[in-house]
């Protein structure tokens, strides 16, 4: 794992994210099966980081207010996770599988050199619905066995944070035979992107 210096929402982070595959958006590559995801979301996908590739320009993608203000309280939902886990979390920037820095991932936070971390922030109406639900947290496997691999992990915690209420932990263990399905969706997802940006660059 290579860890970038530049911190994370810094001008020289978005900067490093232009055309890389990243772990947020490894949803839009394959299921939480190990499947490829339907051509539409992939080839979406490929074509805005193609797009970004060529130009030098971030796509712009929707932010909800619930997004923002997670990125505004992630500082505080990190402490608290620290709290209740006693445990330092260490906070870091974009972290790249290999000196290829083919895709990579910004965890919220990696836990001493096994375990990693990442919050999501919720409404109270949501919150109490995953309370009553035993909510599972599957909507995002893609991106946490992404962290696991790419950080090089053994667990992964992931949290559904509320301002005012109980949070709700949930641990993820290496799945390796996801995280092999990963490793070549991603690897062959790449070369596909290199093609059609070789393609898109020869036309006059």
């Keep these: ?3 970038s210096p530049h911190t994370q929402q810094s001008i020289e982070w978005h900067n490093e994210r232009i055309g890389l595959i990243t772990g947020s958006m490894f949803k839009e590559i394959i299921t939480t099966k190990g499947m490829p995801t339907v051509d539409s979301r992939r080839t979406k996908y490929m074509e805005e980081l193609a797009g970004e590739i060529i130009t030098g320009r971030p796509t712009k993608r929707y932010v909800s207010a619930p997004m923002k203000a997670g990125t505004e ?6 402490l608290l996770y620290e709290m209740i886990k006693g445990v330092d979390v260490q906070t870091v920037g974009l972290c790249y599988k290999d000196e290829q820095k083919l895709f990579g991932a910004s965890p919220d936070g990696l836990v001493g050199l096994s375990g990693g971390f990442e919050t999501k922030n919720a409404e109270p109406a949501t ?3 995953r309370f009553r639900t035993n909510w599972n947290g ?3 496997f893609q991106q ?3 962290g696991i691999f790419i950080c090089e992990r053994e667990w992964w915690d992931l949290q559904s944070y509320c301002e005012s209420m109980r949070p709700i932990i949930i641990r993820f263990y290496r799945n390796e035979p996801f995280i092999k399905k990963l490793d070549q969706a991603l690897n062959q997802f790449h ?11 020869g036309i006059k």
Aim: without cysteine; negative net charge.
């Design 144 to 146: 946490v066995q992404g």
């Design 138 to 140: 599957m909507e995002h």
């Design 191 to 201: 070369e596909e992107l290199m093609l059609l940006v070789r393609k898109l660059k």
């Design 73 to 78: 309280k992630e500082d505080e939902a990190r």
């Design 127 to 129: 919150q109490i619905m």
């Design 1 to 3: 794992m290579i860890i």
